[in-house]
């Protein structure tokens, strides 16, 4: 059975960090890309970053370039993504998404989804 299960999300003033992690199973980890997806109330979800699956190779969004690093582990099958610098537009739920490696990352053509972790920054 493949799983995504997200944690690390809370309520954080603005300007402290968080970190969000992603374990997976079920499916061969190091053989995907994985990507931070987020959504706030509202609005469509959006992409906030992307890790090849060797880990050398990332992508961001040009509003959290700086703030935030994704990063994994694929001995423990996990996925990060460390939040600085947070603002109170950094609300939304987040997901983390798995996408095959000979797939584009920016494809949107997710393999599999976690449920989400809500992450909410008060001003």
Same mark, same amino acid.
């Given at each position: 059975?493949?799983?995504?299960?997200?944690?690390?999300?809370?309520?954080?003033?603005?300007?402290?960090?968080?970190?969000?992690?992603?374990?997976?199973?079920?499916?061969?980890?190091?053989?995907?890309?994985?990507?931070?997806? !987020?959504?706030?109330?509202?609005?469509?979800?959006?992409?906030?970053?992307?890790? !090849?699956?060797?880990?050398?190779?990332?992508?961001?969004?040009?509003?959290?370039?700086? !703030?935030?690093?994704?990063? !994994?582990?694929?001995a423990?099958?996990?996925?990060?993504?460390?939040?600085?610098?947070?603002?109170?537009?950094?609300?939304?739920?987040?997901?983390?998404?798995?996408?095959?490696?000979?797939?584009?990352?920016?494809?949107?053509?997710?393999?599999?989804?976690?449920?989400?972790?809500?992450?909410t920054?008060?001003?």
């Amino acid at each position: 059975q493949v799983q995504l299960v997200e944690s690390g999300g809370g309520l954080v003033q603005a300007g402290g960090s968080l970190r969000l992690s992603c374990v997976a199973s079920g499916f061969s980890f190091s053989l995907f890309n994985m990507i931070w997806f !987020r959504q706030a109330p509202g609005k469509e979800r959006e992409f906030v970053a992307a890790v !090849r699956w060797s880990g050398v190779g990332t992508d961001y969004e040009n509003s959290v370039k700086g !703030r935030f690093t994704i990063s !994994r582990d694929n001995a423990k099958n996990t996925v990060f993504l460390q939040m600085n610098s947070l603002k109170p537009e950094d609300t939304a739920v987040y997901y983390c998404a798995a996408i095959f490696s000979s797939k584009a990352t920016m494809s949107g053509d997710v393999d599999y989804w976690g449920q989400g972790t809500q992450v909410t920054v008060s001003s």
